[in-house]
């Protein structure tokens, strides 16, 4: 039975706040079926992680969540003067724009919120702040203001025509770090000589709340991705593209890598762990392997230590040579292994071909960087 179509229907239906606690609970549901009751071998945080990160792209009903109620929020922002919802909510925020509150200046919008009496605008704003939140962004998100509809201008038809002509937002009004010139914009937007008074207010309220200094970092993937969708370069599958982003941003294998290295004893660059959870799979077509491959750098298997912590059992390796059976032993440093490696060593050393390349894929199999393989060969 196809569950996540169903959920997802109630997560955009309306805007109304689940509590946390029922997403735990669900998760805990989902567990229980994954495992059939059993401990969990791994954790389901990591196997909501995507396939490329190392998981298994179980769906994160969270993060499902945020994506489609994000999709209210891009039903503003693109101004979807078709779509009913937004009409009655825009015409119960009299005085102020949907396309704007989200991100206008915190000091301005603490004066204006007060103003918002509609609930469901209140709820989107409210899951907006989490999504915000979730994703550690700084409180101003200045590239993505509006200049027309902007509470902090006087109103003014001039900037409805920027609109039209495709200048939107602060972001565009910036280059390698610097505010544009009004020649620069006229000659991109085709901006009328006599709107030049317009620019200098716009150019005087990037100076009042130091934007410019804000502007020169580099747009989040959150912030990237709505002015895609403002440009009208991301016009569909707006939850599919937001789920993706909230995964990226709030999930990782992180703490599995940090068992490696405290085992090996090594640093294992992020590059090379992302490299090899990524490609890893990709060196054999064999079914079985990737799933032996993967179990392997996920620590699915129990190794002696593991199993003696529930109690009863030794901790030492299964081969008998006493010493602690953890992980990297059991899969490399037990002296019971050295003849076998070091068959290996051999092989690649009789191999005519660069055996780089060979190092490489084994390197990839075993999610060890090139250069540390190389050096323990
Ligand atoms: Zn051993």
Known sequence: MNILPRLLFLFQSLPIKIPMS???????????????????????????CPKEIGGLNIPNLKNYYYAAQLRSLLTWVCQEEDSIW?????????????????????????KEKKKVTN?????????WSNIRKTLN???????????????????????????????????????RGSLMSFQQLQQRYDLPAQDFYKYLQVRNYFVKHNYITLLQTPPTNLEQFVIHVIKGEINSRYI???YKL????????????????????IIIKDDDWERTLREGHKITNSPSLKEFEWKTKIRFFRSPFVTSKFGGTSDRCWRGCVLVGDYTHVFWDC?????????????IENWKQDARVYVYKLSLFFFLPPTVMLALL
């Open 240 to 242: 599919s593209h937001a």
């Open 335 to 347: 002296p019971k292994l050295t003849n076998y490696w070091k068959d290996i060593q051999g092989e």
């Open 22 to 48: 029922t997403f735990t609970t669900l998760n805990k549901w989902l567990s229980k079926f994954i495992w059939q009751n059993k401990r969990p071998r791994i954790r389901l945080k990591t196997l909501m």
């Open 137 to 175: 962004l700084s409180s101003s998100l200045c590239r993505l203001i509006h200049i027309h509809h902007n509470l902090e201008f006087p109103p003014s038809s001039g900037f409805k025509n920027w609109a039209g002509k495709g200048l939107i937002m602060l972001d565009q009004m910036v280059e």
């Open 86 to 110: 937004f009409g009655m909510e825009q015409g119960d925020c009299p005085g102020m724009f949907l396309d704007t509150i989200p991100f206008i200046n915190p000091d301005a919008w603490s």
């Open 246 to 265: 909230l995964q990226e941003n709030t999930e990782n294998t992180q703490d599995i890598k940090r068992k490696w290295e405290l085992e090996m004893n």
């Open 119 to 127: 609930e469901w605008v209140k709820t989107t704003l409210s899951i």
